[in-house]
């Protein structure tokens, strides 16, 4: 058996700051259906930000990474230090 993965090349900042052209309207939309369907699983995302989302070398899908401040819902959240900025 084998996996295979999409190749995520880039951030969501280095997208912008590249000045390549790409659908706004689809990146937040594929962004708020990352997080929803984590709400939906009971996960609460703590930390998002443009650097924790990735993109894919046609910019037409965005990932959200960076899973380590995850918290199941109603859990005491356990602090943890953060990025500067």
């Known amino acids: ?3 295979a993965f999409d190749a995520y ?4 900042p280095d997208l912008v ?5 790409f659908d706004a309207d689809v990146a937040l939309a594929s962004i708020e259906a990352g997080i929803d369907h984590l709400y939906s ?3 609460i995302r703590c930390d998002i930000k443009p650097q924790n989302v990735l993109v ?3 910019a037409t899908s965005f990932l ?7 918290h199941r819902k109603g859990k005491i959240l356990d ?3 953060g990025a500067k900025g």
Do not use: A, Y
């Open 79 to 81: 602090l943890k230090w």
């Open 1 to 3: 058996m084998r996996l």
């Open 56 to 58: 894919n070398e046609s």
């Open 17 to 21: 700051h590249s000045r390549r052209p």
């Open 41 to 43: 699983l009971g996960i």
């Open 9 to 12: 090349h880039q951030t969501l």
């Open 64 to 70: 959200i990474v960076d899973v380590d401040s995850c």
